[in-house]
């Protein structure tokens, strides 16, 4: 028998389904397979080291997480006699709860209630009990006290209503009103004559009137988890390069003294370690979740380089003179001895924690702004995240925004490539390039300040937009002859559709505060009324921003783009603000009104939850190692339960 080698990459399911207004989707790591054994070996370790520590975070997040979620998993396994409607909706609320980590919102810090009666949810709970279910009951509770105790977390809005809280309203404290886990019984008053001995890894008490901090470590708060990690993570420093398994080592010597210095250690190996093909982040590092921004939620991320795309980018940093010497502005203000940014694509295995199943498409790190200014900081952009965001991403939204059929295909076939193309670009040629007029006193982000980051974000886009049409491109193997004009007229296409489309963000009032929209919106403004490149178009009562001339669209661009590069290098203030104010920063309300009734129609989600790669160990009979396979599950729940141990497929890997 023979079965077909591939599937068609395309004809994958990446949508996996829909719940409220997030979506779910299924990530892939297609150059795992390739990796040689010790590579995998190495991957399979850090994986279980990701799995281990999943529960860190959730326990962070809220107090009440980890119960929550046994009971909803401990019902959702055990369904036989749970009326229809009331599982319906616990699946629903359970499928919200793992994607973002608990019942409050991603993107808005709110929280999301059960909307079933309690009592509903009360005999799904002893139905489930009668199945088999095992629930998470302290010494002397029943079901029913538990179910009782936990009754405003499951069903009270006005419980616990916002996990982060940066700015409460007056009188109220910034700690008190967030309902995360990372101080109990604090306010800022009393931290005021209280110095921290570990800022980032600790939970900060009030215990008998007195300050405690209980230390994120080996023998201290989450032993048992950090115990598992360090476990896999000296499991794995066998198979790592010798700078990688320096950094794993620093890593565990972190976990077990939970000290600063330790800390730092770790950061500047971890930087040092530039070179190896398998990286992972693993850790206590993005402080967003602490409405004072110090304490560190616990994230790890297991990736591997993506060689094919890194060479790409690796290509574009050579050659950051080249592009410099032909920057479409002044010589006065180019570069001589212009150094390429460096980056690494990367494929990522598995996200946990901090990181998933929500993921960034970019990370920068290490945090600590001393270890970066002294040793650096290493960059990836998750490329198999960025693909499959836009694999997900429904045609027909496209062509909602896309004035002909023929645009919506382009778009449908090159938009994902042309996007990661420009986006190199921009970080890797943008950013670093042009030089400060002698004129200029100080920096030009404290001249230009509330301007400097949109103007900067605009100046690197725009040389990634006059450039992409460049014959340099083909010459170096990034994009084919054949068809380079098709990506480029995608991606110009893409660029003005997305200045319509953004404006769904802004739902109220009729100006943009980001930074990156309001470049984009400048850029397309700007070229709407001072070239030919674009012209606005209306049918059936919609709006469409229409790419009628490609050369006229790069040669606007290139204008536009020495201008701003003038501003930057003079720090001309006045200049700067003008622009935005002309082109960036306002917009006609009943255009946002018609964008938003346009994209609500077609239901765009707001956030995705990724479901991660599966990966099992194929063992001899001495249960050692001998390789890894890697599948999709292609289903949230099967993975979430999996984690927690729920599943079959889980408990028979210990
Ligand atoms: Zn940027």
Not at 325 to 345: L, T
Request: proline share 4%; with cysteine.
């Amino acid at each position: 028998m023979s079965v077909p080698v591939t599937s068609r990459v395309d004809a994958r399911k990446y949508l996996l389904e829909r719940v409220d207004e997030a979506a779910v989707v299924q990530l892939y790591a297609d150059g795992f397979s390739e990796l040689p054994t010790r590579d995998k070996i190495l991957i399979y370790h850090l994986y279980e080291a990701a799995i281990a520590g999943r529960d860190i975070y959730y326990d962070q997040r809220y107090a009440h997480n980890l119960e929550m979620r046994d009971v909803l998993e401990e019902i959702l396994t055990h369904p036989a006699g749970v009326d229809e409607s009331t599982l319906a909706e616990i699946r629903r609320y359970t499928k919200l709860f793992w994607i973002n980590t608990g019942p409050y919102n991603n993107l808005t810090a709110r929280k999301f209630v059960l909307t079933c009666a309690p009592e509903a949810f009360e005999a799904a709970a002893r139905a489930a009990r009668a199945a088999g279910a095992r629930f998470p009951l302290r010494a002397g509770e029943t079901l029913e006290t538990l179910l009782a105790r936990l009754r405003p977390y499951f069903f009270d809005l006005s419980v616990d209503s916002l996990v982060t809280s940066k700015t409460p309203g007056s009188g109220k404290d910034i700690l008190e009103a967030s309902a995360n886990n990372l101080y109990t019984n604090v306010s800022m008053a009393d931290l005021e004559a209280f110095v921290e001995r570990y800022p980032l890894n600790s939970r900060l008490v009030k215990r008998d009137g007195r300050l405690v901090e209980e230390v994120y470590r080996i023998g201290g708060r989450y032993d048992a988890y950090i115990r598992a990690i360090v476990g896999h993570l000296d499991a794995a420093i066998p198979f790592a390069t010798g700078e990688m398994a320096t950094a794993l080592r620093a890593l565990i010597r972190f976990y077990e003294t939970g000290e600063t210095a330790d800390r730092e250690a770790y950061d500047i190996a971890w930087v040092r370690d530039r070179d190896s093909p398998v990286d992972t982040i693993n850790g206590f590092v993005e402080v967003y979740m602490d409405a004072r921004g110090m304490k560190g939620a616990w994230e790890a991320l297991v990736y591997y380089v993506n060689p094919h795309k890194t060479a790409g980018i690796r290509k574009l940093a050579a050659e950051a003179q080249w592009f410099e010497d032909r920057m479409p502005w002044a010589d006065a203000y180019k570069n001589q001895g212009v150094r390429g940014v460096s980056a690494n694509a990367i494929d990522v295995v598995i996200e946990t924690g901090d990181s998933g199943p929500v993921t960034p498409v970019g990370i920068n790190l290490p945090n600590d702004q001393t270890i970066r200014e002294r040793y650096g900081s290493k960059s990836v952009s998750l490329s198999n995240a960025t693909e499959a965001y836009d694999r997900s991403t429904s045609p027909e939204f496209r062509r909602e925004f896309s004035w002909s059929s023929e645009e919506a295909e382009r778009a449908e076939k090159w938009s994902s490539f042309a996007s990661e193309l420009t986006t190199n670009m921009h970080e890797v040629i943008g950013h670093g390039s042009g030089r400060i007029s002698d004129r200029l006193q100080g920096s030009p982000q404290t001249v230009l300040k509330e301007q400097y980051s949109a103007l900067e974000e605009s100046r690197a886009d725009l040389v990634a937009l006059y450039f992409v049409p460049d014959p340099k491109l083909v010459e170096l193997g990034l994009v084919d002859e054949a068809d380079h004009a098709d990506v480029v007229r995608a991606e110009y296409e893409a660029y003005a559709r997305n200045a319509l489309v953004q404006l769904r963000r802004v739902r109220e009032g009729s100006q943009i505060e980001e930074d990156h929209m309001r470049n984009r919106q400048m850029v397309v403004g700007w070229l709407l009324a001072n070239s030919r490149a674009l012209e606005i178009r209306r049918r059936d009562g919609k709006t469409y921003y229409v790419v009628v001339d490609v050369k006229a669209f790069q040669e606007g661009v290139g204008r536009l783009l020495a201008d701003v590069q003038r501003i930057k290098a003079e720090g001309d203030y006045e200049a700067a603000k003008a622009l935005f104010e002309t082109y960036g920063v306002h917009f006609d309300p009943a255009l946002r009104d018609e964008i938003v009734a346009r994209v609500d129609r077609l239901q765009m989600p707001s956030y995705t939850g990724f479901v991660q790669p599966r990966l099992e160990a194929v063992r001899d009979g001495h249960g050692e190692i001998t390789d890894v396979e890697i599948s999709y599950p292609l289903d949230l729940a099967t993975q979430m339960l999996e984690y927690s141990e729920r599943s079959g497929s889980r408990r028979a890997l210990r």
